[in-house]
């Protein structure tokens, strides 16, 4: 079974230029997590997707980051215009059950992005 | 509101030695804690979880856990460290007063000598 895919998982850019990265969760996982680690500081939550609806979008920083999930399989997430505080690397996790808040997340490898 | 704090950034052990990670949890309702594993460029892999069930957890690769409500905590300890444990260990929580997402520590990364 494959796990959780992310892509690019290096990405550097300029200030001002925007990115997208792109996360495969599991097959059959309903629930999808963005999460972001800024320079060795705690994995900050970002939103969560049930299947194409966001459940809670509440840890988006700003309205440069965008999220979309079209039919409810991969997952992108788009910064425009990026800056430098949005360095870190950016984490992607699904799981099986909407509902459920003792459920084991399965993560991606994470795409480590520069914005110099 | 749930939060976790991992207390050291960093724990140094020799081989053989006892480890003990350490994770204290805020959380207004009864939680669900998690410990999660990193090894360099992988995704975070679950260790083990606490569900209201029994108060000591045991995970995979000999790690263990105890949930202590009245100190809040949730420590990660493994008798006797291997070389193949260094990695970055984070805490988790959740409850559903946080709707169903995870809130995670700032990790803690073992490093163990030989």
């Known amino acids: 079974e494959a796990g959780v895919t992310q892509f690019p998982s290096h990405s550097v850019i300029e200030k001002g230029q925007t990115v997208t990265l792109r996360c495969d969760p599991i097959?059959?996982?309903?629930?999808l997590y963005w999460y972001r680690r800024v320079m060795g500081k705690e994995i900050k939550f970002l939103l969560h997707?049930?299947?194409?609806?966001?459940?809670?979008e509440s840890g988006m920083p700003n309205n440069r980051f965008l999220a979309e999930r079209t039919g409810g399989t991969y997952s992108t997430l788009k910064v425009q215009p990026a800056e430098l505080e949005d360095s870190g690397v950016y984490f992607c996790?699904?799981?099986?059950?909407?509902?459920?808040?003792?459920?084991?997340?399965?993560f991606g490898s994470g795409t480590q992005l520069s914005v110099l | 509101a749930q939060s976790v704090t991992q207390l050291g950034s960093h724990v140094s052990v020799s081989e053989g030695a006892l480890v003990l990670l350490r994770c204290n949890y805020s959380?207004?309702?009864?939680?669900?804690l998690f410990w999660y594993v990193q090894y360099p460029n992988q995704g975070l892999q679950l260790l083990l979880k606490?569900?209201?069930?029994?108060?000591l957890v045991k995970g995979i690769n000999g790690f263990e856990a105890e949930f202590k409500k009245s100190e809040t905590s949730f420590h990660l300890t493994k008798p006797s460290a291997h070389m193949s444990d260094a990695a970055e260990y984070f805490c988790?929580?959740?409850?559903?007063?946080?709707?169903?997402?995870?809130?995670f520590g700032a990790g803690t990364r073992l490093f163990v000598k030989a």
């Open positions: 997707f049930v299947k194409e609806s966001k459940q809670d």
């Open positions: 097959s059959g996982h309903d629930n």
């Open positions: 988790a929580v959740s409850d559903q007063t946080g709707g169903f997402k995870t809130i």
């Open positions: 959380s207004s309702v009864p939680p669900y």
């Open positions: 606490y569900t209201s069930a029994a108060t």
């Open positions: 996790a699904s799981s099986q059950v909407p509902g459920v808040t003792n459920e084991k997340l399965f």
